[in-house]
């Protein structure tokens, strides 16, 4: 069988781009979604992992749909290779069912790595630059009501209440609330 993996990083933007390059493929079973490949935590992706068999092939438009580490891309490939299926970018022309395919894509991901880092460094400079020009401010933070951490600090603690009750008792994300947790450690 031939199946679709269609990816974009946000909700706000289109996979149509992605779907009409596989109008001609003959694709029997398309897994799309719209969040970002930072790591191999995505649901769709899962599924499509899971549904695959032996003999099948996954069409994508491009490894950075996949991916965006080479670990994480080749992580990947070596799940769906062990499984007995193939894998077909339609940008790049690769099949990996080739030796010739393999060298490529390992060549590939580390240039989508490298890519990606160079982004993220040059984001960073503008940000820097911008906070130095006073322009960027950065967020804002959260002011904390102590009275009430500690309350619920103290229930958490007798597990009256679990970290997601916290999080929504306080209006913070969880990440946040793991950060005023481990900042509450240091406190003497």
Do not use: C
Not at 66 to 77: C, F, G, H, N, Q
Not at 104 to 114: D, Q, R, S
Not at 135 to 161: A, C, P
């Amino acid at each position: 069988m031939k199946v679709a993996y269609i990816r974009v990083s946000t909700a706000d933007q289109n996979e149509s781009r992605q779907l009409e390059a596989m109008k001609d493929k003959g694709i029997g079973k398309y897994f799309t979604e719209k969040v970002s490949a930072k790591d191999t935590n995505r649901p769709q992706l899962q599924a499509m992992l899971d549904y695959v068999r032996e003999g099948d092939t996954v069409y994508i438009h491009d490894f950075s749909r996949l991916a965006r580490s080479t670990k994480d891309l080749l992580d990947i490939i070596e799940q769906l290779q062990s499984k007995g299926v193939s894998l077909v970018s339609n940008k790049e022309s690769i099949d990996t069912s080739t030796p010739q395919g393999k060298l490529m894509v390992t060549m590939l991901g580390a240039i989508y790595e490298f890519e990606r880092a160079n982004l993220l460094e040059r984001q960073s400079e503008g940000i820097a630059i911008a906070v130095e020009a006073g322009k960027y401010k950065g967020r804002q933070v959260k002011k904390i009501d102590e009275k009430t951490f500690d309350k619920l600090y103290t229930q958490y603690k007798s597990r009256e209440i679990n970290k997601v009750q916290f999080a929504k008792a306080l209006g913070v994300s969880r990440p946040t609330l793991d950060k005023l947790l481990k900042d509450r450690k240091k406190q003497p």
